[in-house]
């Protein structure tokens, strides 16, 4: 098990990717969150086997049209305990 905080920059925000993640991640049965930042990034921490977590990341690269993702930046948390993945606000 492994927590990941994740930067995505690009057309992130105000095209659904919040959704997205969220629908992905509860697919793969993955725990976190993902919100909005003010400077027009979204953060995530996204939780579950490592292996799934690598998938999920390649999964959301591969997003529709209205999304583009620029660059990711991928650093390890500490795990928690938590049972789902949720959008949070600012």
């Known amino acids: ?9 690009g057309r992130v925000q105000g095209v659904g990717f919040r959704y ?3 629908i992905i991640a509860d697919r ?12 027009g990034d979204v953060e ?4 579950g086997d490592k292996r799934d977590i690598e998938m ?9 049209r209205f ?5 990711i930046e ?3 948390k500490d795990v928690i305990e938590e049972s789902q993945f949720y959008i949070k606000s600012y």
């Open 1 to 9: 098990m492994v927590r990941k905080h994740v930067i995505f920059k």
């Open 20 to 22: 997205y993640c969220r």
């Open 28 to 39: 793969m049965r993955l725990t976190g969150w993902v919100r909005n930042l003010y400077n």
């Open 44 to 47: 995530m921490e996204i939780q």
């Open 56 to 64: 999920y990341l390649y999964q959301i690269k591969q997003c529709d």
């Open 67 to 71: 999304i583009r993702i620029d660059d």
């Open 74 to 76: 991928v650093t390890t």
